[in-house]
């Protein structure tokens, strides 16, 4: 998978509401009502994650949860990141 410049990942990021670039990731932190949903959400992504076959480094405190998302293999964001961003974004809507 090809890494994206920077420019291409701050007009990728125009698609996807909240989510920032730091360098080195993709992130966006989320909160929910409380623990228990905030668990669930996680439990779809991480469904979607294995069906992607992409998986993020994520942080959860009580109702709020840190996502970040990076190419490993890359070294970098590629489109990967941004599939699964999106693909996050549904799950959360839709709850």
Same mark, same amino acid.
Request: with cysteine.
């Given at each position: ?23 080195? @990731? !993709? ?6 009502? %409380? ?10 992504? #991480?469904? =979607? ?16 949860? @840190? !996502? ?6 890359? %070294? ?10 999106? #693909?996050? =974004? ?6």
């Amino acid at each position: 998978m090809e890494k994206l410049t920077e420019t291409q990942i701050n007009e990728s990021l125009k698609q996807l509401e909240g989510w920032a670039f730091d360098g080195e @990731t !993709i992130h966006k932190s989320f909160k929910f009502n %409380d623990f228990k949903e905030t668990f669930s959400l996680m439990t779809q992504i #991480a469904f =979607e994650c294995e069906d992607l076959n992409h998986h993020p480094n994520w942080e959860n405190v009580y109702n709020n949860l @840190t !996502i970040k998302l990076n190419t490993h293999d890359a %070294d970098g964001i590629t489109k990967k990141d941004f599939e699964l961003a999106d #693909a996050i =974004e549904k799950i959360i809507k839709n709850k």
